[in-house]
């Protein structure tokens, strides 16, 4: 059972940010990705629309005979609410992993969110921390913007574009003086120099993939489900969209070839279940 | 026969470019139109997902028993070729009628053409207008911030992002002293002013919904297939994503209130046929 695979799915590619973090962690793991790149962006879309993405996703992920499903996504996470587990396998999506690390950073009780729009209109973040911190101040705002940018290679801290769109989103945020910032998007984490700039140093940023990424080591921990096998685990990505696409946005995204063999799904198939 | 609607689709709401002209054009004509926005956007994906999602968009078009299909998108257009009729249906993409008026308006025989990224690699705009002028110079260049950029009301030409963006994606092609620029995705005529300041008076922006327009008339006009019932048309509206999204979005592209019902469709639909 141990040497089954972890699978994390996400809208694309921004969910790679957590098994990076996975494959650092936990080497030992095999892990089966999908990205529905054919369907990306989720965070634009409507709350049922999501949901019956999620729903195709997560039946595809279960096909690979997974021991742990992990939402990478910001997005569905969110819509998702607090779900811990789908028919017995345990599941995490990033809301809960990255608030806890927040509520932990937050020295002052102040904590700024920033998402898809369906993600800060779910408001799960603000409810999640509310359930730890009860006094915690919670200010969100949407960044719609966000994800075309990383997707199109828009994430130098010294571009004017960059620039202007992180100032108009963390404005009202800074102004809140908050001491912790979760990047509540798997995208978010490639304008980590940009925002941290930004929001000055004494900001704690929380990547919300990297945690959702040592949530689930704590889970496998406490289970007792950590693959001993002692191998070298293996990543398999599955794509949506084009597989040429998948690398070539991958290798751009993560500023590094893919480790692992890349295979195709229809979207067709994610539908037919 | 010729009380039948007109079927006009896109990946989401820039098609609507599209139906205003056809209002104004013909405004006789009753119009079903289909916006994909549970999927949109179609020009930063595959050339085989992009044909997949076109002949499913098709197939639900051809159910309202329509006497006519405009693909309002550049995107399809391009992917699809020069396809005439489907079936016996007359059908046209934007790329032909926006070549045909370019063509007319190129004094210097110098065209420049943005799109999306699946436009401008498939290559359809310069084929079609050297099939007409075999010694135009063609530039052509993608632009694929400017579909997220339009939906998200990144439109004023004063806006630094927008001023920027516009300068950036244009400035190859103004080095090339085109005296027309196609404007090849049924979105960009919401950066009308800004690429047209940028641009300058001398050079001509050619809409391809807007001329996808005017060719329908033409081709309703030959065919003797004009609706002459001399009564007002409808418009009736479908989207794959929630109605309350689509009507919001529509409002806020078109600055004003849509002029039809909306209703759904599911992409479990589209897929299933």
Redesign the interface.
């Known amino acids: 059972m141990n040497e089954q695979a972890i699978g994390i799915f996400d809208s694309g590619i921004g969910g790679l940010t957590c098994v990076r973090e996975m494959n650092k962690l936990l080497p030992n793991e095999n892990i089966v990705y999908f990205g529905d ?3 990306i962006p989720y965070g ?3 709350r ?2 999501i949901k ?1 993405y999620a729903e195709q996703d997560i039946g595809f992920i279960r096909k690979h005979n997974v021991k742990m499903i992990i939402a990478a996504c910001g997005t569905v996470s969110s819509t998702m609410g607090s779900c811990k587990d789908i028919d017995g396998i345990p599941f995490t999506g990033v809301v809960i992993p990255a608030v806890q690390a927040a509520c932990a950073a937050a020295r002052n009780g102040r904590i700024g969110v920033i998402g898809t729009p369906a993600t800060i209109k779910s408001g799960a973040y603000g409810k999640a921390i509310r359930a730890i911190r009860q006094d915690t101040a919670v200010m969100g705002n949407a960044c ?2 966000f ?3 990383v ?2 290679g ?1 994430t130098d801290k010294d571009d ?2 960059v620039k ?2 992180v100032e108009r989103y963390l404005k009202p945020i800074k102004k809140e003086k908050v001491d912790a910032l979760i990047l509540g998007c798997t995208h978010y984490p490639m304008l980590y120099d940009a925002i941290a700039e930004y929001m000055g140093e004494e900001v704690k940023l929380i990547s919300a993939g990297a945690e959702a990424a040592k949530y689930a080591l704590n889970v496998l921990t406490m289970k007792n489900m950590l693959n001993d096998s002692g191998e070298q685990g293996t990543n398999l990505f599955y794509s ?3 597989i ?2 998948f690398e070539e946005n991958a290798r751009s995204f993560m500023g590094e070839e893919l480790n692992g063999q890349v295979r195709a799904v ?3 198939e994610l ?2 279940g």
Chains 1, 2 share one sequence.
Request: net charge negative; glycine share 0%.
């Open positions: 790149t054919a369907r634009t879309r409507s049922e629309t019956l719609p913007m994800v075309p940018m997707e199109n828009l004017i574009i202007t769109m949506s969209d084009s040429e696409l229809s979207t067709d539908v037919k």
